[in-house]
T-cell receptor, first 119, second 114 residues
Framework: NAGVMQNPRHLVRRRGQEARLRCSPM?????VYWYRQLPEEGLKFMVY????????ESGMPKERFSAEFPKEGPSILRIQQVVRGDSAAYFC?????????????????FGAGSRLTVL | KNQVEQSPQSLIILEGKNCTLQ??????????LRWYKQDTGRGPVSLTI?????NTKSNGRYTATLDADTKQSSLHITASQLSDSASYIC?????????????FGAGTRLAVHP
């Protein structure tokens, strides 16, 4: 079991370019979460997705940011026209289920993160 | 408003000493609470998970407690090691909009010095 795989691990972009971050959940997990972590700060929720559905995007900036989790392939977090303030670590996590009340059902497994640097 | 507050924000202790990290929450309804450890430059790793009915749970030198009445949890680290230096994040799960929503604390940064 390879765990949650994120790539690229490091990404450098110039202002105005696009950044695409990919996340492959653990085998058997159908729920994906994206978090952003600014330097010296805690994790901030961005978006929660199931296959082909965005369940909660309340933490996602209204402009320039989008996320998808297609039927086939990894989840993608896309940032258009990046600015210096987008520089952060972006973590993806997956869980087997989102709606169960069982304690272990929504234990998140995190990836190692993608570190975006905007020059 | 669902919130998770952790204290202290940062902590420095000497190797071999014990320490206790605090987590207060206002998440309702409550499903479970877990502690994560995040090493610098890495993703968080789950240490313990506790449900409403559990008061104490241990994982090696880590012991988590939960008081669901006062909505407080603590993480006690015994005989600290240099490798314990990390951020410790309290995460509370509540039900919102028909699904489990995770509320993250800002974390406590622990530095263990030799």
């Amino acid at each position: 079991n390879a765990g949650v795989m994120q790539n690229p691990r490091h990404l450098v972009r110039r202002r105005g370019q696009e950044a695409r971050l990919r996340c492959s959940p653990m085998k058997g997990h159908s729920h994906v979460y994206w978090y952003r972590q600014l330097p010296e700060e805690g994790l901030k929720f961005m978006v929660y997705l199931q296959k082909e559905n965005i369940i909660d995007e309340s933490g996602m900036p209204k402009e320039r940011f989008s996320a998808e989790f297609p039927k086939e392939g990894p989840s993608i977090l896309r940032i258009q026209q990046v600015v210096r303030g987008d520089s952060a670590a972006y973590f993806c996590a997956s869980s087997p289920k989102g709606k169960s009340s069982k304690a272990g059902a929504n234990v998140l497994t995190f990836g190692a993160g993608s570190r975006l640097t905007v020059l | 408003k669902n919130q998770v507050e952790q204290s202290p924000q940062s902590l420095i202790i000497l190797e071999g000493k014990n320490c206790t990290l605090q987590c207060n929450y206002t998440v309702s309804p409550f499903s479970n609470l877990r502690w994560y450890k995040q090493d610098t430059g890495r993703g968080p790793v789950s240490l313990t998970i506790m449900t409403f009915s559990e008061n104490t749970k241990s994982n090696g030198r880590y012991t988590a407690t939960l008081d669901a009445d006062t909505k407080q949890s603590s993480l006690h680290i015994t005989a600290s090691q240099l490798s314990d230096s990390a951020s410790y994040i309290c995460v509370v799960t509540g039900l919102s909009g028909g699904y489990n929503k995770l509320i993250f604390g800002a974390g406590t940064r622990l530095a263990v010095h030799p």
